[in-house]
Every structure is written in C-alpha cells, then in structure tokens.
C-alpha cells in the first residue's frame, strides 16, 4: 500500500466498516450474553474503541488530503452503458469536516451512552442501532453520488425510527417512531425526484460530475427547468430531514428515544443532514436565486415559529427539541442567504452546544430518576455542579453570550441576514435571538434554581456522562475560534478551507464595515443577554404558575399544527383508504362481477325450463328450428 | 459448456419430479419431494453461465408447429426463483400440511413445471397450453389446501384469470394466422413470428386487436387495476406456500408475458395503448397501498401490496424505457423474494396462533425477537429502503420512467408517493405485530424462530441484502436483453 490512494481508501474504508462492523457484533452479543454484566462492559467499551478508531481514521484522512479526493470501493448500481454509481467517498473540506463532527461527537457521545443506558435490556441493541446509524451518517457524508447519499439518507431516517421507537412497549414511543419515519419519507419523496430530474438532465448522479456540468454553463431553458425541479425537490427532503416548516412535526415526537439519541441525532448530526445537502449542491441553487430565497425564508420563518413554542414547553427536552428545530431554521436562513460557511459554522459550534445541552439535560434526567418536566425540577446545582457548570456554557452558548462558540456562529448569519437587507428576515433573526436567550435562561433557570419541586433525590451523574459534558463545554467555549472574524483579529480558517467547494460572499476589510460588524456583534450580545435577564427574574422565583391568558394556548399546543395535520391528511387519507376498499373493490368491481355471475345464474335457470323431457315438444323445438334454418337458407341465397 | 439438452432436463425434470412424487407413499413424501426440489435448484444454478439456449425440434411440420424452447435472462432468473421459492415453500409445508401429502407435494411439482415450460417456451402454442396448464395445479392447491371460502376464491381466481386467457388465444390465432397469409408458411415459433413481424408490422389497426387480446390475460395474472379483485380473495384463502408461489413466481408471469411478447410483437399497439396502462399502473399503486392500509387480515394486507408494487412494474414496462425495463425486471425478482418472505412470516405466526387478524398480535418484539427483526428487515425491502433489493428495482422504475415520452413525468411523481404510502402500511403492520404491549395472553406460548425457520430465512435475508449492495450479477444479463429487445423497437416509440 504504497499508492496514497490505496492508504486513502483502506483508511476510509476502515472509518465507515467500524461502525457497520460494530453494529452486527453488538447486536450478537447483546443477543448471547443477555444484559449480563460482562456482556454491557464488551459492549460498552467496544463500540466507544470503535467509533473512536474511526474518528481518527478520519482525522487522518483530513489532516492528509489536499484540496479533494475521490476514492472508488466497488460498482453498485449501473444504469446503462454510460453511467452507473459506485460506492465511493468524495473526500473534500465539506465533506470531511461533517465527518469530523459526526465522528467526534459521535464517539464523546457513544462514551456518554455507556453510562446512560447502564442496566438497560437492550443495551447490544441500542449500540446496534447507535453503530449503525454511524455508518449511514458517514454515507451520507462521504459518498460521491446522490444515490450513496440517499442510502445514508435512509439510513440514518431508518436508525432514528429503530431509536426513538427504542423502549417500543410503549404504543405512543412506537407512534412517534412510525411518524418520524414517515414523515422524513416525505421528503426523501423529493430527494428521489430531484435525483430523477438530474439524471434526465445529466444523465449521471455523481456529484463531482453533476456539478461539473452545471458549473460549465450553457445550459437550455430545458435543462434549466429540470434542474429548478431539482431544487425543489432537494429543498422538500431538506425541510423533512431537517425539521424545518413544514414537515418538522416529527422532530419534537421524536425526543420520546433516549437521550444520547436526541443529542446525536436529534442536534447534532442527522438533522443536519439538510444543511449539508443544500451546501453540497449549492450550485445547483445558484442558478435558482428565487428557490434560495424561498430556503432563506423558510429557515427564518422556522426560526422563529419553533422559538415562539419553545418558551412555553415543560419538558426539558421538548424545550431543546423546539430550540433544535429554530436553530437548524439559522442555519437554513444563512444557506439560503448564500452564506454557506456561515451555516456550516454554526452546524459546527451547534453540534458542540446542543449536544452538551441535551446531555446535560439528560444527566439531569438521571439524577432525577426520569423526571422530564422542569416544573419538577429546580435548585439542583449544588446537587449536580458538574452539569451544572457544563450546561450554563452550553445555555451561554446558544443565548450568544461572547466570546462562546453560539455568539460567533450566529452573529455571523445575523451579519449576513442584517446585510441582505430584508426587513422580515432580519425581524425574523433578531427576534429568535431573543427568544433563544429567554428560553433558554428559562430552562437554566427553572432547571438548577430557585427551590426543588421534585421528588426524588437528586445525584450527579456518573464519571463517563460528566467528563463527555467536561469535553464539550470545552469545545462549545473555544469553538469559535475555528472561524474567528478577521475583523476583529481571527484567522476564519474554516472559512478559507470550505471556500474551495462552496461560494460565499467575501466580506470587506474596512474601517467602516469593522465598525459596523462592532455595532452588530454589540447588539447581539445585548439582545442575548436580555433575555437571559428577563428570564432570570421571571422564573428566579417559580412556584408552578405560567401564563395563563387564552392566547397563549395556542402556543403552548404548539399552533395546533399535529391537530390540523392529523385532520386533514391522516384522516382523509384514511378515509379514502377505506371508500377505496369498500367502493371501487368491493362496490364498483366486485359488484360488477357479482352482477354478471348472478345475471347467468338466473339466465340458466330460464333457459333450464326448455329441457322438460317431454318428447312431443323437443319435436316441436326441432321443427320450428329446421323451418328457421330453411328460412335462413332462403333469405341468404 | 451447456448445450440444448441442459433445455431438456429443465423442462423435463419437474414433470418427472410430479409423478416420483405423486407414486411415493409413506413417510418419504416429504423428503422425496424436497429432495428433487434441491435438485432442480442446483440444475438451474448450473445455468447461471448461460447467456443463451436455443433448442427446436418438429412436432407437426404442415403447420409449423414444434417444440421450441429458449433460453435466455428474462427467462432464466425467473425459473431460478421459482426453483428456489418452490424449495423453500415445500420445505416450510413439512410439518404444516398433513393431508394428503403426496397430491400436494406433487400439485407443487407440476406448478413448477407448467411455470418453467411456460417460461422456456418458444412455441405459441405451447405457450398457450402452458399458460393454461399452469392455472390448474393452483385451483386444486387452493380448492384443497385453503382456507373457509376457498370454493369462492378458486372460482374468482379461475374464471378471471381463464377468461383472460381465452382472448389471448384470439390474440395467438390471429398473429399465427397472420404470419401465413404474409409468408404462406405456417409457424408457431416466437422467433420467426418476431423476426417476421419486425421486418413487415402489422397495420396498427390490427396490431392493436391483437395487443388488447394479450394485454387483457396478462393485466388479469399481473393483476393490473381494475382486474385486481381476485388476488386478495385468493391469497386469503391459499395455503401459505401456494400464496408464495402465487405471489413470486405466478404473477410474474403476467408481466414477463408482457416484456417478452406483447410489446416485443406489438410496439406500435403498445407505444398506443402505453398512456391509458400507465394510468391504471399508477391508480393501482396508489389503490393497493391505501387499501392495504386499512385491512385487519395480514394477509390481505400483503395481498394489495402486492397489487401496489406490481403496479410499479407495469409502470416500468409501459413508460418504454430501456432502465425502466431493467427496474421493472428486477423488481418482478424482488417482489417474489419480499413478499414470499412476508407470506411465510405471516404463515409463522398463523401456524401457531390460527388467526391472520393483525389486532390479535402485539409486542411480539419481546417474545419473538428473531422474528421481529428478520420481519422488520423484510418489510423495510419491501418499502424500497436503500440498501435492500427494493430499493434498487425502485430507483430504476422511477428513474426510467422519469425520462420517459409516454407520460408526463407528474406521473412519477404520483406513482412515488407509494414509497411514502407503502412505508405507512408497512410500518402499521411492524408495529401491530412487533411493538406495543402483548394483546392476548396466547401470544405468550409462541416459539421463536428454530432451525427450520433459519434454513428459510437465512437465504431470503442474504438475498435482500446481496441484491441491495451487489445487483450487478442480476442486473448485468438483464441489462444485455434489454438492450437487445430495445434494439427492435423503432426509436420514435421509445
């Protein structure tokens, strides 16, 4: 293995195979050994070693390759003679910093679990299924044609229905499975369009060669009709994997899985799978301004509807499940604004916080015995001061508090979305800054002060939870550094290394736009810290009271969005399922056969009458005929 | 290398197979029959290096008639699934059928065999009788073997499917009858029909009779929407290994009637007639996915998917696509293997518990957890997921059809929302049998998966897998017929 290309894919190969590796292993054990002890240890220690193995067979691959790389595993689908897809990675600054994330996250996460589901029965099969969505997600990642992409797309949709359904004896954890799933299918209904319409296009859908072809120019109003389609479609399979308006209704059902799945999959990694998608194929929407117009505003409306739910949720991961959904709405808003550096920033710097979040969440959850609801919670900080502190960098992350991870990222969209000049969306972002800071000091606030409401004994969790919360209030702090604004004497290197696959406007380096980047960055902060206050001395003393006028119910059932849904889709749905059976099969064309069985039963036993044995008038019968035949005979000749 | 004669023993051996088995007696039936069964599976196998076989020999000369057999991708992945799924229904039955042992395992060879002659067939005639022959092992496995309202179901199934066949054979007569009054020769043979109807078409007023009369027998066995009514009556009421054989290899054969002689004969009545097909495939996609939807029977559930993902395969054929083609080809191999698979599971827990009502399951995930995943791995080959066997068949409908003239592409679009529909029926059915909390304190005393299920199952699973990574092996030759039909086909029908 001498060829640098060889050593390439060996190593990738190894990253994505752990994890598929691990999956079939724990399963099988998990199945053999039961949830004895010995068996939880190999379990919990392999698949944390593994995941690791392949975050540094990434880290590798990152550190070694220039520029990009494409490195070809075998064929797997070939259409016609000209093209086919293989199983391929496509190995380039987007590409592997997702990988990164998604492997280092991944094994802090893995680690975590380890002590969250100690003692769970399905200990192998949770691993199982936490492996293997690893290894759909790096397919996601890695692989160079919009098939490959698609089977992690799935995939990973397939491992969140397995996760989130994970305690399945509960109907109602099954249900939100089942919608998740479908849901998410929905707009996977769109990738699969989008990758019907570039195929008659292109004929090819490998994505170095697509986007070739669309960089070349000189494409026919045909083409470029195919390709708006395209865009749509790839547009709905984002809003369905992405949580975004209007297919994010499975997302806040889905927090009915265990924790460390909602922190990986639920905030970190899969959900961001739309972000990417949409950076992947930005020149796709580069020749659609209006379809990422539409995306900016969509981003932003999510942004804000999601935050304006999130203020009034008890459970304190529906709370950051709403948070998730108004985040990745950020994240939308900054790629529609053709910013997608500054997506991908804040999809880095959130995967650190919202993960350390939902983790501190659910260390709180374990201390409390599986207590949800934060109006059952409150001064537990000198219970927990580990999660404690870890969850207040997380909380001061999000609210955008400086100099954190979350101020950066998002006082870079909130540059770009105030330089767009749209009124609306810069409304939209400023005010879900706000919103972000209050609920999220509310959840701070109603979590770890004021006096305990609960039940149970409050513990701190154990070593392997905290020190994964320790490392990730660590990045969630210093993360913005990986793109620290120039202006103020940073070195943007994320944004210099991801200019090579996508574009982004270039920002000035003047005195004036250093003034008003200060001004931005200044309100910003205030608009965080605000919220935070004002959150601070509205539930500093929380007795159980909340707000209790009319309007607010319609917030705090969530706009009555699943209601309206549920009536008028499901049900219909259901109902023409049914006129379907009953009236066209059963009524329409069983009817008709029915008809015509019963119409020669009938006719039979008319013409059975005829035969009545007698002989005179069987004679009679032969003679009126031989006289029509002698008739016939007549006429013809 | 094989030659011709490799055509004889595949015709051959499942006739002589019927009658070993018919004449055994005792204990050995079973294994008798199973025995020849593994045999005939390997001396298909023995094929696979085959990419074509042609074998004729006179019968009656004066009218043309022979015994013509051939061979080539079309035919033979269909012959190797249904030697495999034979095996494996009649290795299930052990154990379930006790009556009448002999006449069953032999009702089963002979199904086998009427299915490969069919298949091998050259000769219209032969085809024809075939055709026909293949409807009678069935009605007596059903008539016999089958549930409560098997007398109604049987009639269904046959009268429907006979009438069907009764116009094919107008269809047959004319294009023989046509062939003379052009060449003043008579010929029965599909190859010298084909090349002559190539070089000289038909008026497309009377290519269109013709192709309706086909068109007609084969949208009853696929079955095509609005023809469909018979399957679910039939599938309820059969035996779970003829359900098997009826949903993987008999209604393929509706569809390769239509891709290896209606539309080859016939383009420009197809190229016709494609828009109106078009349309009942997709009222039929939808249809079967939101009917399956609402039933309580497991299998009448399957049963109308079925009738949704061969709605698919007749979307691929009639959007005249060369990828469509090879989707729908692949897609007829994996629907065979899917929902075989699903009827055996269904046929697992019916064994048991004698009740197919979905509502009378429930958790099942903790006392059969073998089960529920090779279950929940079936369902989700079933749904297309990428990966499985559906998926690849899938893309390349949708993909093919995409580009098609035919129809408008919102066509597609329509006929893929059963990739959203069919994950709603299916995930219904997982979570009804496998999650939520146990129904019925009977549900208790199940066994789990033991070594006869593994040796049926183990094969079904690797196969959704091997085709979901690897389809080339099967997607290669079928490719290389496709192109070679295609080729025929004048460019502006395409």
Redesign the interface.
Known sequence: MDNPTEILSFVMGAAALMPLLGACLWFWIG?KFGNEKVAEKIVSVGAVSFMAVSFFCVLYTFLNVEGSARVTF???????SKSAVN?AFLLDPLSLTLGLVVTGIGTLIHLYASGYMHGDPGFGRFFTYLNLFVFSMLMLTFSDSL?GV??G???VG?CS?FLI?FW????EN??AG?KA??VN??G??GF??A???L??VFGTLNIPELLAAVQAGSLTPDQLFWIKIACFGLVLGATGKSAQIPLYVWLPDAMAGPTPVSALIHAATMVTAGVYLTCRMQPLFLLNLEILEILAFIGGLTAIFAASIAIFQNDIKKVLAYSTISQLGFMFLAVGLIAPVAAFFHLITHACFKALLFLGAGSVIHGLHHEQDMRHMGGIRKKMPLTFWTVTIGVFAIAGIPPLSGFVSKDEILHFTWHSHRWWLIMFAFTTAFLTSFYMGRLWVMTFFGKFRGHHEAHESPVSMTAVLIVLAILSAIAGALNWPELWGGSERLNEYLRAVVSQAAGEHTEEAFYSSLKLAGISSLVGIAGLTLAWFRYRNFAGEEFKAPIFRIFKNKYYIDEIYDFAVVQN??R???A??KG??GF???GF?NGCASVSTKASLRFRRLQTGMTQQYALWVWIGFLLLLFGAWSLR | MLNENYLLVLVLFPFIATLIVAFTRGNAVSWVSISLAAIYFVIALLGFSVKELHYTAVWYAPLGLSYGFYLDAYSYFLILLSAFLTLISLYYSRGVIHEKLAAYHALFHALQATVVACLLCDDLVFFYVFWEAMLIPMYFIIGIWGGPRRIYATM?FFLFTFAGSLLMLIGLIATYVMYYKGTGQWSSSFHSLLEYYQAHPLSVETQRWIFLSFIISFAIKVPLF?F??WL?DAHVEAPTAGSVILAGVLLKMGTYGLMRFAVPLFPEAAAHYAMPLCLLSVIGII?GA??A???TDIKKLIAYSSVSHLGFVTLGIFMMT??GWNGAYLQMINHGISTGALFLLVGFLYDQRHTRDISAYG?L??IL?AYSVVLAIIA?SSVA???TNGF?GE??I??GS??SKVAS?GW??AA??A??LG??YM??LV?KI????NQDPQNEQLYDFRFREWVIYIPLVALVFIIG????WL??PV?EKTMQIFSTIPQHLR
């Open positions: 199945k075998f064929e797997w689908i070939r259409f016609n199983f098939v698609f089977l797309w799935e995939g397939l229905y359904s399945f004896s509960e109907e099954a249900n089942k799933f479908i299918r929905i996977d209904l699969l369009i990758m019907c319409a195929f008659k749905l259901k023409i399922g049914y379907l059976w066209v099969d329409v064309i069983d056969l | 269904k609005p469909h009514t679910p249809l939101l009917v939807w609402r039933q060369e990828i958790g995930a903790k957890p989700f997921l990428p990966g690849i893309l390349l949708v993909i995409f580009q592409w597609v679009v893929s929302t990739a959203v994950a709603i995930l219904h979570q496998c999650y939520g909390k990574f690897y389809p080339e997607l290669g490719r």
